[in-house]
């Protein structure tokens, strides 16, 4: 059974870091695509980043250049280091193997 279990969010200030982290189990994780996306209050879910089993990664554009994902494949751990943070990143943050997701991490963003 896929399990994915993320943590590390909180409530931060605006220009905080914070770092993400999503353990896996169940599968194997060194040759899966994985992703995070995000639900903010009263919208939909919003994909953010992949990471491919070769390392190759992707952004969505907004978070380009503040998010970056990356995994260790011998923990079978998916990461979310975002730097900059802002008030719009205010979400329950997931991390995703297809269409599989955990439970969510709440991320805050608040001064």
């Known amino acids: 059974e896929v399990q994915l279990v993320e943590s590390g969010g909180g409530l931060v200030r605006p220009g905080d870091s914070l770092t993400l982290s999503c353990a896996t189990s169940?599968?194997?994780?060194?040759?899966?695509?994985m992703s995070w996306a995000r639900q903010a209050p009263g919208r939909g879910m919003e994909w953010l980043s992949g990471i491919y089993s070769d390392g190759r990664t992707e952004y969505l554009e907004s978070v380009k250049g503040r998010f970056t994902i990356s995994r260790d494949n011998a923990k079978n751990v998916l990461y979310l280091q975002m730097n900059s943070l802002k008030t719009e990143d205010t979400a329950i943050y997931y991390c995703?193997?297809?269409?599989?997701r955990g439970q969510g991490t709440q991320v805050t963003v608040s001064s």
């Open positions: 995703r193997k297809g269409a599989v």
């Open positions: 169940g599968f194997t994780f060194s040759e899966d695509y």
